[in-house]
């Protein structure tokens, strides 16, 4: 009962961004309005026309909620076609209901539900509005004059020109409608698109920056390089013992390190630093600066690490790290830099883990 409140309170009083439900409202307050001018002006048989009309349109606006989209919209051209040919026949000229018809073709073509609506439906409306059109044409040709019969009466000027005027809305507020659509189409996709590179970019576990997209800056520095003599260096370094880190507290302890430790060195990057999970315990720090610049970054989460506990299942657990050190002052290539680095962290492994270690590997 609540629910069909809502759909009566919306129908007569639309949301400013629901243009659908506005041209209904319109369409029943035409027919409301139809309704009482043609009783005022004695014409019943058009008057109770429209009131049956107007009186389904509104149970059936109600029951929407147990229909397809579509079939509120069918009935609504429907009775806009039967009302056009009793006014047609009544008067010997439709008051531009046609026209109101006819405009019903842009808004089935621009409606939301189109994408789930059967081409028949649309081939049904396009085959009865124009049928109706024809018939008001050839109707009105044998039997009326449009001056005489319509702009010398009050009561036909008054519904042609307001007729007139609902087409020109209805188009209008459609082509809105199809306006606040696109625009919201292109949101969502664009939603979708930087949500599809950020999964793309992004590793799952910890949320950093992967591997993809710190070979893409990397290969943007060394471009700069090449260009202007761009200085950049980096640092590839690993949880010490990991494996056995691993072995000894379980997986979903190790998991839980690699989150904790990512979540702890971001705390300590330069805003114009990049730091990327490499791949398994291994993690990439790349700065646009010289590598005595990375190295006194190095130092500072180096001693940080050592410092740091963490708690874990009410176990503290710390950790040691290694890391390796490269330039582009002394390493020619990022090709060069990403073997000196990785040289270097094994070079620290060998020398007993928890330490830095820089070396001019230069290929010069």
């Known amino acids: 009962m609540l629910k069909t409140f809502k759909m009566i309170k919306t129908f007569f009083f639309p949301k400013s961004d629901d243009i659908e439900n506005t041209f209904y409202t319109i369409t029943g307050i035409s027919y409301m309005l139809f309704t009482i001018l043609y009783f005022i002006h004695k014409d019943y048989a058009l008057g109770w026309l429209s009131a049956i ?10 029951f929407t909620q147990f229909l397809p989209d579509y079939f509120f919209f069918t009935f609504s051209i429907i009775g806009l076609i039967c009302y056009s040919i009793f006014v047609t026949l009544s008067f010997n000229n439709d008051l531009g209901t046609s026209l109101f018809t006819l405009s019903l073709i842009i808004s089935a073509s621009f409606s939301q539900y189109n994408k789930k609506t059967p081409t028949k439906f649309y081939l049904f409306v396009g085959t009865l509005s124009i049928s109706v059109t024809l018939f008001d044409v050839v109707w009105t040709s044998g039997h009326g004059n449009l001056n005489t019969d319509i702009f010398g009466n009050t009561f036909q000027s008054f519904l042609f020109c307001y007729n007139i005027g609902i087409s020109t809305l209805t188009v209008v507020l459609i082509s809105l409608e199809a306006e606040t659509n696109m625009k919201k189409m292109r949101r969502i996709q664009q939603l979708q698109i930087n949500k599809l590179i950020q999964t793309a970019n992004h590793d799952k576990l910890t949320g950093l920056p992967n591997r993809r997209k710190a070979m893409d800056l990397l290969h943007k520095l060394e471009a700069a390089n090449n260009a202007d003599g761009y200085e950049y260096s980096l640092s590839i ?3 010490d013992k990991f494996k056995n880190f691993n072995d000894t507290y379980g997986h979903n302890c190790g998991d839980f390190m690699l989150t904790s430790i990512s979540a702890f060195i971001q705390t300590l990057m330069p805003k114009n630093g990049l730091f990327a999970r490499w791949g398994g315990e291994e993690f990439i720090i790349i700065v646009p600066d010289n590598i005595t610049y990375l190295a006194h970054l ?3 989460i180096h001693r940080a690490v050592e410092k740091k ?8 657990v710390s950790i040691t790290m290694t890391f390796g050190l490269a330039g582009s002052q002394t390493n020619r290539t990022l090709d060069k830099m990403l073997i000196t680095a990785d040289n270097n962290l094994f070079l620290g492994k060998e020398r007993g883990r928890n330490q830095i270690v820089i070396t001019d590997n230069s290929d010069a």
Do not use: P, V, W
């Open 53 to 62: 009309i107007l009186a389904g349109y509104i149970i059936l606006f109600i």
């Open 237 to 239: 370094f690993d949880i």
């Open 298 to 300: 190095i130092e500072t």
């Open 309 to 316: 506990h963490f708690a874990y299942n009410e176990m503290d």
